[in-house]
């Protein structure tokens, strides 16, 4: 039988049966064999201490059962030593006393192994906190160890700024940027170092922000003993305990050189960009200066006739403020359109701003019509109605499409068969918005749709085969995408989506 | 008094209203009354081939050209005195146009004298 751990009290339980009870005999043995010593030699009958004894001995450390076995023997013994005319009174009260004492030494036992339990489930408990400890630290350590490392190896500037604004711990990046010791920063008020002006009104703000409980993002240009540089900061708040605030955790990053590349070729693609534009315009020329010409013919014409209603024998001045007034409409007309096409023409800053897809079409298709005409093409426009407004560069924005009108007309050059352009805006669902050109051309090469794209890929014979490329690119600045599929029954659909800003005004 | 004497029409063909529209305008100052049309298409069909003492035509359009009207006219016999304006101009095409009969070629824009000039030799022919 095997009983629960707390009921297990009797501590020979460990040694084998035989020895524990071993004990039992040989315990009560010795006791027996040191009283007839002593009765040997005449001195006094010690028999019932050594009995006590003996049965306490295998009470400890044999346990219960072999304890009482050495009572009872105990008992038997007691007749070996005292004389047959004993009185039951006196076997009686040794007996009493061997069990008294054998009750006794149980609760004893007991007690003294539950006190053991006890002590070894402490000691077991102690032994696992004092490992957790152990291991606690050794993390510990780990971490800061660690901490240390980022801190002091990182390529970035790593500082911590005080609720006081002043520096509590900076890294050897920040004191190069600075170029000064590391030790000598921490304690110091940023402003002593960054400058009074330039902390209150650049960082401060940002700092405060942080105190309050932001994480805080932001890049721009900054002076320090390195130059003029572009830096990339987070401000993070750090907290206590209590969960306030007690400084802000730095992180700068120097993106200047990223920066300067990043200018570059953003330059480079607006160069590329408007030298795109420049070959368009340039093939457009005859058509444009067609476009022009036409108004400017009708303003000339207005002129002449104005003069001749004033020249008359009797100056008819109605008729000559009416060819007048038509000669100006016209003027502005020609003036408009040379406006247009300088706008398409600048070189410049890309600037994004709110703007009126189907107006830019419109533009677009204004200064291209004549061009569609020579070929005979018709341009239809289905322009859908209350488009949002979106966040683009126009000058762009019309590149892409008078590329892609340019394209659909090249395209439909040579055809035999209806030439028609058809141009579409509409809104889908997911706040995008696309524009589509269709044409009844030739349609896409059959071998190398999926080349289209490229760089220098070109079908025109005369063609650089940037204008796609450069279309695409456009686009994807603007969130959007760019993609070209067959049109039913004949031709090329090119599509575009541009992405509608949650917050923009409609 | 000239075989276009009976003949009253002036034609403008031009495909540009604003253009069309002042040169109606000019020739009504100088003293002439004209029709407007839209294309070579819309003139042919308007059946006033023979009355038309004086035809002005833009040479491009869409659809059918101006020296394309022209040659129409010419396979059909209907020889009417033609002046061109056009933006595109060079000398190749106003050779040719003067070679089919052309009365003027001009430039646009043009200097209105030089028209009214042109649209009198026109109906005097």
Known sequence: MRFPDEMRWAPGSIWPVSLRFGLAFASVAAALGLSLAFIHFNLPQPFATFAVSAIALTFWYAGTGPGILAALLSSVDRDFLFEPQTSAESRLLFDLVFLVFALVMTQVVRRRYQLELRVAERTAELTRSNDNLKREIDERNQAEYLTGQVFECSPDAVLIIGTDYRYKRVNPVHARNWGRPAASMVGMHMAELVGVEFFEQRLRPFLDRCFAGENVRFDDWFDNARGHRFVAASYSPLRSGSQEVEAALVIARDLTEHALASEALRQAQADLAHASRMTTMGELTASLAHEVNQPITAAVNG???????????????????????????????????????????????????????????????????????????????????????????????????????????????????????????????????????????????????????????????????????????????????????????????????????????? | MSRNAEKKLIAIVDDDDSVRGTLKELLRAAGFSSQTFESAEDFLGSGHQQETACLITDIRMPGMSGLELQAKLNAEHCRIPTIFITAHGDEEMRFRALREGAVEFLPKPFDDEVLVESVRAALER
């Open chain 1, 303 to 506: 002129a002449s006739t104005c003069v001749r209603w004033l020249t008359r024998e009797i100056p008819d001045l109605g008729e000559a403020r009416e060819a007048a007034t038509g000669a100006i409409r016209n003027a502005k007309r020609a003036a408009e359109i040379i406006n247009r096409i300088r706008s398409i023409s600048k070189k410049g800053e890309s600037k994004r701003q709110l703007a009126d897809v189907n107006e830019l079409i419109s533009e677009t298709v204004a200064l291209l019509q004549n061009e569609a005409k020579r070929y005979s093409i018709s341009i239809r426009a289905e322009l859908h109605a209350d488009l949002p407004r979106i966040m683009a560069d126009p000058v762009q924005v019309q590149q892409v499409v008078m590329n892609l009108i340019m394209n659909s007309i090249d395209a439909m050059k040579d055809v035999d068969q209806t030439r028609e352009l058809a141009i579409q805006s509409r809104l889908e669902e997911n706040r995008q918005l696309i524009v589509s050109i269709s044409d009844t051309g030739v349609g896409l090469p059959s071998q190398q749709r999926d080349k289209i794209f490229d760089a220098f890929f070109t079908t025109k014979p005369h063609g650089i085969g940037m204008g796609l490329r450069i279309s695409r690119s456009i686009v994807e600045s603007h969130g959007g995408r760019l993609w070209a599929a067959d049109n039913s029954p004949q031709g090329a659909i090119f599509s575009f989506t541009l992405p509608i800003p949650g917050e923009a005004p409609v």
